[in-house]
């Protein structure tokens, strides 16, 4: 069964702090791995990973995927409190259209 | 990426009743997807709606539940039917509109069964 897992849980950091989130995957045939920040109701965009070794950059966000070890980090430096956020991870099979979902990362930035 | 309009934005309903929530793309996809997120939970997939089939459910979620309609390409509903408190979630419609930019979420809708 395709299965991913997001790691810590949740966080809580003051502002100006360095974060990094971790996603390990066990997917068949895998494709591609996205990452989507949860605010509110609706997940938005962040990043799709498809190749490793290739870091992806957006602003303070950051990601890069590890075939090998299957897993990715999202790093986000000098944050933000409009960091707070659900930090989602979801993999995708190739073949597959849907994407299965990792538990989420609760982050707390505290001024 | 799409644009997704997803309505209601919440609800409040009787337990035994039944919602309807729709989601209109702004342009033709293949494939709809319907999840469902309980508090402080993750997002669980629902079905998989393609439009002229009926939809793919997955384990756990049955069509008499959850009827999905698919009428065309740029359109989609989802009712939860006879509603229990355990219903509460928040409920995301979603479509690939552009392979290079993931999957889009509708602005979903939270609902409370009371």
């Known amino acids: 069964e395709d299965k991913v897992v997001q790691s810590p849980l949740s966080l809580v950091v003051h502002e100006g702090d360095t974060v990094t989130l971790n996603c390990s995957y066990e997917?068949?045939?895998?494709?591609?791995l996205l990452w989507y920040k949860q605010e509110k109701k609706a997940p938005t965009f962040l990043f799709m990973l498809?190749?490793?070794?290739i870091e992806k950059k957006s602003g303070r966000l950051s990601s890069i995927l590890d075939k090998k070890e299957l897993f990715s980090i999202l790093n986000i430096t000098a944050t933000q409190t409009g960091d707070s956020a659900i930090y989602l991870c979801?993999?995708?099979?190739?073949?597959?259209?849907?994407?299965?979902f990792g538990q989420g990362t609760r982050l707390t930035i505290n001024p | 990426s799409a644009v997704i309009s997803q309505k209601p934005s919440r609800d409040i309903c009787q337990r035994g009743t039944s919602l309807t929530i729709q989601c209109q793309v702004d342009?033709?996809?293949?494939?709809m997807f319907w999840y469902r997120q309980q508090p402080g939970q993750s997002l669980t997939l629902i079905a998989t709606?393609?439009?002229?089939?009926?939809?793919?459910?997955e384990s756990g979620f049955v069509i008499d539940k959850f009827p999905i309609s698919r009428p065309n390409l740029t359109f989609s509903t989802l009712t939860v039917s006879n509603m229990s408190p355990e219903d509460s979630s928040i409920y995301l419609c979603?479509?690939?509109?552009?392979?290079?930019?993931?999957?889009?979420f509708g602005s979903g809708t939270r609902l409370t069964v009371v």
């Open positions: 979603s479509a690939d509109r552009d392979s290079n930019y993931g999957y889009t």
């Open positions: 997917v068949t045939n895998f494709r591609s």
């Open positions: 498809t190749s490793s070794g």
């Open positions: 979801a993999a995708r099979p190739r073949g597959a259209q849907k994407l299965v």
């Open positions: 342009s033709q996809v293949t494939m």
């Open positions: 709606a393609n439009q002229g089939s009926e939809a793919t459910y």
